[in-house]
């Protein structure tokens, strides 16, 4: 709100105190562009269709452009967030484009008013354009909300194009898995179409989303906890072929895309290979959190990708939640296959990342990392950054990453800024593994057996260490 006030005000000053606009923004005569000969009317704002919004080569800007209006003084424009009603930009504008930040996956509104130019007699438009405009790619469908997302997808099943497919999901509604959902070859991507307001995706007792052609979800809520199955899982029956010039593997090229996302009451497996021989291209945990009420998981994993005899040849969690309040401990947090390395499925390298994630309560008792295949190859890159480890591992977390292989890795792995602690203390003997810098304090977490771990004054908030939506600002 003190934002959008701020704006409003700002526009209210400088058009009090009528700017004359210097300069246009191609660098000609401002005279010359407005064209002078046009004189006494009532200026209009520009049609929509005349608008254009492009974006930048790197998404991170956009241009709006309209034709340039004779006889114009300038033109007036606000950019506000639909879902908040708060303007995020506002300007005058004295030639026939402006440059501004551009958001993914949001729904704008653009005002544009032409103004008056009292030299010429020429008066401001009565009102402005307004107009909507979306960074959301566009979606393929809509599902109704309240849809059983099971029967939804039998009725309508995902195209296996080898592209992502958007599925928008109402935001604030709820849809269920009540057994089975099964996408396929088909590479599809689940999202709410607010980022500002989740769908909701409740499991039932056999819910589960299985795949073998890659799955993206955004801004969703996910409830598991009536579910004894993995989260997510390759498909039990693949729909696509193993590739015989690489092992067999199933070669899923797509990733594994989980980004901003909350899953409550996982009790199993967060993503299975279904005791196929899958290699994956890329997991991706992005901005996302995972409470577990493990059951049962003593010698599993939160990554099983171990009985098929497959891996993920590149593991990324950042800026994400994983904690644990279940009976059970898991073993690992990743495991692959004792075969499965890089160049068995036709890659050059490996690579595992953690950085700026809050680890809580996992694998207590476990090891945290099973990898053989990947781990004794100095080709395998590991990024370990800005974590939190919080009784986790058994209290041995960078040597069960790299598996007691430190002195291989001295040039693919990057260890630094990094929590250790294990029942009320640091842990020790680490050096040899993380030879950067390891914060040796305890994290002042506001209330973590109830999963608050915004961080109080301790060293770690200090250096922005752990999940960063932990940390007040």
Not at 189 to 194: E, F
Not at 209 to 217: D, M, Q, S, V, Y
Not at 451 to 458: A, D, I, P, Q, R
Not at 460 to 473: H, M, S, T, Y
């Given at each position: 709100?003190?934002?959008?006030?701020?704006?409003?005000?700002?526009?209210?000053?400088?058009?009090?105190?009528?700017?004359a606009?210097?300069?246009?923004?191609?660098?000609?005569?401002?005279?010359?562009?407005?064209?002078?000969?046009?004189?006494?009317?009532?200026?209009?704002?520009?049609?929509?269709?005349?608008?254009?919004?492009?974006?930048?080569e790197?998404?991170?800007?956009q241009?709006?452009?309209?034709?340039?209006?004779?006889?114009?003084?300038?033109?007036?424009?606000?950019?506000?967030?639909?879902?908040?009603?708060?303007?995020?930009?506002?300007?005058?504008?004295?030639?026939?484009?402006?440059?501004?930040?551009?958001?993914e996956?949001?729904?704008?509104?653009?005002?544009?008013?032409?103004?008056?130019?009292?030299?010429?007699?020429n008066?401001?438009?009565?009102?402005p354009?307004?107009?909507?405009?979306?960074?959301?790619?566009?979606?393929?469908?809509?599902?109704?909300?309240?849809?059983?997302?099971?029967q939804?997808?039998?009725?309508?099943?995902?195209?296996?194009?080898?592209?992502?497919?958007?599925?928008?999901?109402?935001?604030?509604a709820?849809?269920?898995?009540?057994?089975?959902?099964?996408?396929?070859?088909?590479?599809?991507?689940?999202?709410?179409?607010?980022?500002?307001?989740?769908?909701?995706?409740?499991?039932?007792?056999?819910?589960a989303?299985?795949?073998?052609?890659?799955?993206?979800?955004k801004?969703?809520?996910?409830?598991?906890?009536?579910?004894?199955?993995?989260?997510?899982?390759?498909?039990?029956?693949?729909?696509?072929?193993p590739?015989?010039?690489?092992?067999?593997?199933?070669?899923?090229?797509?990733?594994?895309?989980?980004?901003?996302?909350?899953?409550?009451?996982?009790?199993?497996?967060?993503?299975?290979?279904?005791?196929?021989?899958?290699?994956?291209?890329?997991?991706?945990?992005?901005?996302?959190?995972?409470?577990?009420?493990?059951?049962?998981?003593?010698?599993?994993?939160?990554?099983?990708?171990?009985?098929?005899?497959?891996?993920?040849?590149?593991?990324?969690?950042?800026?994400?939640?994983?904690?644990?309040?279940?009976?059970?401990?898991?073993?690992?947090?990743?495991?692959?296959?004792?075969s499965?390395?890089?160049?068995?499925?036709?890659y050059?390298?490996?690579?595992?990342?953690?950085?700026?994630n809050?680890?809580?309560?996992?694998?207590?008792?476990?090891?945290?990392?099973?990898?053989?295949?990947?781990?004794?190859?100095?080709?395998?890159?590991?990024?370990?950054?800005?974590?939190?480890?919080y009784?986790?591992?058994s209290?041995?977390?960078p040597?069960?990453?790299?598996?007691?292989?430190?002195?291989?890795?001295?040039?693919?792995?990057?260890?630094?800024?990094?929590?250790?602690?294990?029942?009320g203390?640091?842990?020790?003997?680490?050096?040899?593994?993380?030879?950067?810098?390891?914060?040796?304090?305890?994290?002042?977490?506001?209330?973590?057996?109830n999963?608050?771990?915004?961080?109080?004054?301790?060293e770690?908030?200090?250096?922005?260490?752990?999940?960063?939506?932990?940390?007040?600002?």
């Open positions: 709100m003190n934002k959008t006030i701020h704006l409003m005000a700002t526009m209210c000053i400088v058009a009090i105190c009528a700017i606009f210097a300069s246009c923004q191609s660098g000609e005569d401002c005279d010359e562009m407005f064209n002078p000969g046009v004189t006494g009317q009532v200026m209009q704002s520009p049609a929509p269709a005349d608008i254009t919004i492009t974006p930048s790197d998404g991170s800007k241009t709006i452009s309209w034709p340039l209006i004779k006889g114009a003084g300038g033109f007036e424009l606000a950019i506000t967030d639909k879902a908040t009603g708060e303007i995020i930009d506002a300007a005058l504008v004295d030639g026939s484009s402006y440059v501004t930040a551009r958001e996956d949001m729904n704008y509104q653009l005002s544009i008013r032409t103004l008056g130019n009292e030299k010429y007699g008066t401001d438009a009565p009102e354009t307004v107009m909507d405009f979306t960074t959301f790619t566009p979606a393929y469908a809509a599902i109704p909300a309240g849809a059983d997302l099971c939804y997808f039998t009725e309508n099943p995902a195209p296996a194009t080898g592209e992502a497919v958007y599925y928008d999901l109402e935001g604030g709820t849809y269920t898995v009540p057994t089975l959902l099964d996408f396929g070859a088909a590479y599809v991507v689940l999202r709410s179409n607010s980022k500002s307001n989740y769908a909701n995706i409740v499991y039932g007792e056999e819910g989303i299985e795949f073998c052609g890659g799955i993206g979800t801004y969703l809520n996910f409830d598991c906890s009536a579910s004894t199955k993995p989260v997510f899982a390759f498909s039990a029956t693949p729909a696509i072929e590739d015989a010039d690489h092992n067999n593997h199933y070669q899923i090229t797509n990733p594994f895309n989980i980004q901003k996302c909350n899953f409550e009451g996982v009790r199993n497996i967060f993503l299975f290979d279904n005791k196929k021989k899958y290699c994956l291209k890329m997991a991706l945990v992005n901005e996302t959190k995972v409470h577990m009420t493990s059951e049962d998981m003593a010698n599993n994993s939160v990554f099983q990708i171990y009985d098929g005899g497959g891996f993920i040849n590149d593991l990324n969690v950042t800026n994400s939640t994983f904690w644990n309040t279940g009976a059970s401990d898991q073993k690992y947090f990743v495991r692959y296959n004792n499965g390395r890089a160049d068995r499925a036709g050059t390298s490996s690579k595992i990342t953690y950085t700026n809050t680890f809580y309560n996992v694998c207590y008792t476990g090891q945290w990392g099973n990898y053989d295949g990947i781990v004794s190859k100095a080709e395998t890159e590991f990024i370990v950054m800005n974590n939190i480890f009784d986790c591992g209290g041995q977390i040597r069960r990453i790299l598996k007691n292989n430190a002195s291989k890795f001295t040039t693919t792995c990057v260890f630094n800024n990094n929590t250790y602690w294990y029942n203390a640091p842990e020790e003997n680490n050096s040899q593994y993380d030879s950067g810098y390891q914060l040796q304090g305890e994290p002042a977490f506001e209330d973590a057996a999963g608050n771990f915004k961080l109080g004054e301790c770690q908030k200090l250096l922005f260490c752990g999940d960063p939506r932990w940390i007040e600002e």
